[in-house]
């Protein structure tokens, strides 16, 4: 017997390799998503809020160290009645040093002889209107040669321009006394208080126009109510 031959065996194909799918690059940066686009919104929002807030701070300081005593240095100081030094070196709508002295006797003699702030207000007019709130030892017959109805001179002198009649050379050149004299006359005035306040003063002073006051009585107004503040 001959002994059979194996029967060859078939060559295995080799297997057909399979395409390689390329991974992308980790590497890569992925595009956000819409969660991490809004955190990065909120993350630059709280950024800013946070420069705001401290820009606010900022201003706050500045406000606190440099505006807070700019307008403390503007506040004007108290004004006290009995203290001329107290009294604001720029004036009073115009008014200063002897002027408001002047004015702070009349305010004070006023004051004790019970007038109230409207009486005050036409003492501090009529010497206005009269001296400029100035202790003049001279009158219109020496500025404007201006005679009595009678042709006499005229003889007035003082704050309040009193004549002869009114009382001595002391009294009328003395400011608390020649204010005493015009305001015992025009506390004898019937009704002073319900009058224009120009008029009242005509009556008591005599003098040729009974509005002429009205120009001052803003001024005094002003200046009777500055010196009557509290001063403490």
Not at 18 to 38: D, F
Not at 121 to 140: H, W
Request: net charge positive.
């Amino acid at each position: 017997m001959t002994a059979r031959r194996a029967a060859p065996r078939a060559k295995r194909k080799p297997a057909a390799k399979r395409p390689t799918t390329r991974r992308p690059n980790a590497r890569r940066r992925r595009k956000p998503g819409a969660r991490r686009r809004a955190a990065i919104r909120l993350r630059r929002r709280k950024i800013l809020q946070r420069i705001l807030l401290s820009a606010g701070a900022v201003v706050v300081i500045v406000g606190v160290f440099v505006l807070i005593p700019l307008g403390l240095a503007r506040d004007p100081a108290p004004i006290c009645i009995d203290e001329p030094r107290t009294f604001p070196e720029a004036g009073i709508e115009g008014w200063s040093g002897e002027q408001l002295e002047n004015a702070a006797v009349i305010v004070r003699t006023a004051a004790g002889l019970g007038f109230p702030r409207e009486g005050q207000i036409l003492g501090v007019m009529t010497a206005m209107g009269e001296s400029s709130l100035r202790n003049i030892d001279y009158g219109d017959w020496e500025t404007s040669g201006f005679t009595n109805p009678d042709g006499s001179r005229t003889s007035s002198i003082g704050l309040f321009q009193q004549q002869d009649w009114w009382g001595s050379v002391e009294q009328r050149m003395d400011p608390a006394t020649a204010a005493t004299l015009f305001f015992d006359r025009l506390g004898r005035l019937p009704d002073w208080q319900s009058m224009e306040p120009s008029h009242a003063i005509h009556r008591v002073q005599i003098n040729m126009d009974r509005d002429y006051y009205s120009r001052f009585q803003a001024d005094a107004t002003a200046v009777v109510d500055a010196l009557s503040r509290p001063c403490e």
